[in-house]
Structure formats: structure tokens, C-alpha cells
């Protein structure tokens, strides 16, 4: 088949823009696995300290008193009426101690049902407040809508008449929203990738995460810090 000026001009200049595209990529790349690792606790933190620096949010101290771990993710949705979710997360477990654990590192996706008018990116806060909720925590594969029962937390409230029930209790960065119905259908996957390279350590799981089995790195010690000042 014989190929025309237009389109050789056409193919070359598809390659090249190919060819940019990947320099550009390997570039911008991180160099270090950690850099994404270490953002994802920086972002967790600030999260956290947001909500907690604004009265309107704040999570009253029974909630992370009473939690027996907590998660906090990124969600990442598509702009479609039934829309993709991707995302990812950090959890902590609570010790026997009292005392919440170095965080283990979790990949999110799924589907989220409902009418979505463009997709973004939405900051959750999940409490874990049963034994079958934490569980979520070293589960290989959970789904949500499946095992857990979730309320949206009210933040005026200062008592245990949230709903003392449920699985979950969860703060979310956008307002006005059902939050409850914006996790329906996430699957929570552990990252042992990330778990393995943040803590320089090829066999580590979640589990000897939150035994202690691993040397506590400075980049997480303030969320931990903030959680164990507010469950005291």
C-alpha cells in the first residue's frame, strides 16, 4: 500500500509527540518511590489538621477514642452517572495499648452509583469503630458496600448519639454531600508495594505494620501524634 506525503507527515508527527510524551513522563517520574509514599502521609496529616483547626468539622474525641483504627483516603471520580473511583489511602490500627499503630498504605477503586456532574477528587476520614470494620485494614480485597454499615458523622454532636451502631464513621472534605453513598462499591485493596518500599522492607505486611515490627519514620510521627493526643 502506497502511503502519501500527508500521511507520512501525519505519522511522523505522531511519533514524535509519542516520543515527547514519554521524555516528558520519564521525567517527571519520581526518582524515589518514597516521594509519592511520603506525600501521601503529608496529605493525610494536613487533611486532618484542617478539619480538626475548623470548628464547623472538627471530629469530637470520642469518635477517635472509641475508633479501633481509622483510614484516610483520596478519591478520585470519573464524570459519568455511574463513575469510575480510583484512589488511595493510609490506615492505623489501634493498639491494645490505646495508642494508634505506623500506617499501612491501600489502593482504592471501584464504582461509584449515583449522579456524578463532573468528576474530582474527595478527601474521606473513616473511623473504624467495630472488630468487622477493622478488619478492613488486613483484608487483601474489601468492598464497603458489602460488609460495612456507614454513617456520616455530624460534627455538632458531642455525644455517642451519632450512632453508636455503626461500622464506620466518616468525615468527608466536601459539604453537603451523602457521605455515606459516596464509598458505596469501594474496594480497598492493600498497596504491599508501597508498604514494602516505605519501610525498606520486602516482607512486610499490614499486620507486622501494626505489631510494631517496623522503625516509625519522622514523616508520620505528627498524625500519629495529633490521633493518640485526641484518644487520650
Known amino acids: 500500500m502506497k502511503i502519501t506525503y500527508n500521511q507520512k507527515l501525519q505519522l511522523g508527527l505522531a511519533a514524535l509527540l509519542l516520543s515527547a510524551a514519554y521524555v516528558f513522563a520519564a521525567e517527571d517520574a519520581p526518582k524515589d518511590p518514597k516521594i509519592a509514599l511520603n506525600k501521601e502521609i503529608s496529605e493525610a496529616t494536613n487533611f486532618y489538621n484542617a478539619q480538626q483547626g475548623d470548628p464547623k468539622t472538627a471530629i469530637p474525641n470520642w469518635v477517635v477514642s472509641e475508633a479501633k483504627g481509622v483510614i484516610i483516603m483520596t478519591r478520585v471520580s470519573g464524570a459519568l452517572i455511574v463513575g469510575g473511583t480510583s ?15 505506623a500506617p499501612a498504605f491501600y ?17 474521606t476520614i473513616a473511623f473504624l469503630m467495630s472488630d468487622k470494620a477493622l478488619n478492613t485494614l488486613t483484608d487483601s480485597k474489601f468492598s464497603w458496600s458489602s460488609n460495612v454499615r456507614a454513617v456520616a458523622g455530624d460534627q455538632s454532636t458531642t455525644d455517642t448519639t451519632v450512632d453508636n451502631k455503626a461500622d464506620v464513621i466518616l468525615y468527608q472534605q466536601a459539604s453537603g ?17 508501597g508498604n ?11 499486620a507486622g505494620i501494626f505489631a ?21
Open 212 to 232: 510494631g515490627q517496623v522503625t516509625t519514620p519522622d514523616a508520620v510521627k505528627p498524625l500519629m501524634g495529633a490521633l493518640n493526643k485526641q484518644s487520650d
Open 107 to 123: 489502593t482504592l477503586g471501584g464504582a461509584s452509583i449515583g449522579l456524578q456532574v463532573g468528576g474530582g477528587t474527595t478527601r
Open 177 to 193: 454531600l451523602d457521605v455515606g453513598a459516596t464509598v458505596a462499591g469501594t474496594q480497598l485493596s492493600i498497596d504491599n508495594t
Open 87 to 101: 484512589g488511595s489511602g493510609i490506615g492505623m490500627n489501634k493498639g491494645t495499648n490505646g495508642k494508634f499503630s
Open 196 to 206: 514494602q518500599q516505605f519501610y525498606d522492607n520486602a516482607t512486610i505486611t499490614p
